[in-house]
Structure formats: C-alpha cells, structure tokens
C-alpha cells in the first residue's frame, strides 16, 4: 500500500478488475481440466480396465479423484479469493489510516469529484465484468456459475461495497482515532476535576 489515500483507491480499483479476470481464468482452466483432460482419461482407464489390462483399483482411485478433489476446486478459489480480498481491506484501511492526512479540502473534493471518478471506472468494470460473465462463463462453463457465491455477491454488489470501503478508508484517514491521545486527555481531565 501506498503512502497517499488516492493511490490506495487506485489499488482497490485494480484488485477488483485483477481479482475478476483471475477467477474466471481459474474457472475456465478448472473446466478445461475437467471436461476434456480428465473426462478424456477417465474414458481410457474405463476402457483399459473393461479389457483387463489394469485392475479396478485404478478406476476407483480416478472416481475418488473426481468426488473428493475436483469438486472442491471451485469453492476453494472462491474462499482464497475472499481470504485474499479481506486481507487486502484491512490493509488498505491501515494504510489509509497512515496515510498522509488529507486537509478539508482535498477530503471534500475527493468525497465530490474523487468518488464519482472512482465510481464512473467502476461502472465501466462492473459493465464488463457482467459482459464477461454473461458471455463467456454462463456460456462456456455454465455449470460453475453458481459455484463461486462469495466472488458473486461481491460482484454483484461491486458499487455499493466499493463505496462504503472507500468511505470508511477516508473517514479513517480524515478522523484521528488514536486512543491513547483520547484516554491521556480524558485522565487529564479527570485530575483537572478533581482539583477543581
């Protein structure tokens, strides 16, 4: 992450439009794997096995293969991938906590023009990303459309959580929160109290 708040909106950005190719690529790869390199081999054992050239153990491991590792591919890229996009928000709100602070101005003008430019390349991204998964996922693989429901939802509601993370990222770095300052105040406030 980056020292200034407008750069680590940028990155934010390019996350969502990264992290949405690399899920549809791994989709994509997923489903080439399965439908055509492992089905194709699967066939070839089944054949070899039915002539008596290789025993039925072989057959039983490539059916295992199949019920417990490649059926969980799918939903273990959707866990990375929001493992991955968690890490990166709770970076990108420490980072713009420590980031240099913005005065009034930069924040309203950020708050004004910054989040409408953010939010007008994000329609673009959003109106591609539902081209990409409308043609190209629902058509090709359409049977792991459904299968990636964390990345969906965001996807879904790419705007609107977007636009609260970058909220909540220029309030943190708009608004001091350190607590020590707070409580070290407040303390001496009471004593003042008390002498008082």
């Given at each position: 992450?980056?020292d200034?708040?407008?750069?680590?909106?940028?990155?934010?950005?390019?996350?969502?439009?990264?992290?949405?190719?690399?899920?549809?690529?791994?989709?994509?790869?997923?489903?080439?794997?399965?439908?055509?390199?492992?089905?194709?081999?699967?066939?070839?054992?089944?054949?070899?096995?039915?002539?008596g050239?290789?025993?039925?153990?072989?057959?039983?491991?490539?059916?295992?293969?199949?019920?417990?590792?490649?059926?969980?591919?799918?939903?273990?890229?959707?866990?990375?991938?929001?493992?991955?996009?968690?890490?990166?928000?709770?970076?990108?709100?420490?980072?713009?906590?420590?980031?240099?602070?913005?005065g009034?101005?930069?924040?309203?003008?950020?708050m004004?023009?910054?989040?409408?430019?953010?939010?007008?390349?994000?329609?673009?991204?959003?109106?591609?990303?539902?081209?990409?998964?409308?043609?190209?996922?629902?058509?090709?693989?359409?049977?792991?459309?459904?299968?990636?429901?964390?990345?969906?939802?965001?996807?879904s509601?790419?705007?609107?959580?977007?636009?609260?993370?970058?909220?909540?990222?220029?309030?943190?770095?708009?608004?001091?929160?350190?607590?020590?300052?707070?409580?070290?105040?407040?303390?001496?406030?009471?004593?003042?109290?008390?002498?008082?």
């Amino acid at each position: 992450m980056g020292d200034n708040l407008y750069e680590n909106v940028g990155n934010l950005v390019a996350l969502s439009f990264i992290s949405s190719i690399s899920i549809g690529l791994g989709l994509f790869f997923y489903a080439v794997f399965n439908d055509y390199v492992y089905y194709n081999l699967n066939i070839a054992v089944k054949t070899l096995e039915s002539s008596g050239l290789i025993g039925g153990w072989v057959n039983a491991i490539m059916e295992s293969f199949q019920t417990t590792v490649l059926v969980l591919i799918p939903n273990t890229l959707d866990l990375l991938w929001a493992g991955t996009f968690l890490l990166f928000v709770y970076s990108f709100f420490q980072a713009s906590y420590y980031a240099k602070r913005e005065g009034y101005f930069g924040v309203l003008g950020f708050m004004t023009f910054g989040i409408m430019g953010v939010l007008f390349i994000l329609g673009i991204f959003e109106t591609l990303t539902n081209w990409f998964q409308t043609e190209f996922i629902a058509k090709v693989i359409p049977t792991l459309i459904y299968s990636t429901p964390l990345f969906n939802l965001y996807i879904s509601n790419l705007g609107l959580a977007n636009l609260s993370i970058i909220a909540i990222a220029v309030i943190l770095n708009f608004v001091d929160l350190d607590i020590n300052k707070f409580n070290f105040r407040k303390d001496k406030e009471e004593i003042q109290n008390e002498i008082s």
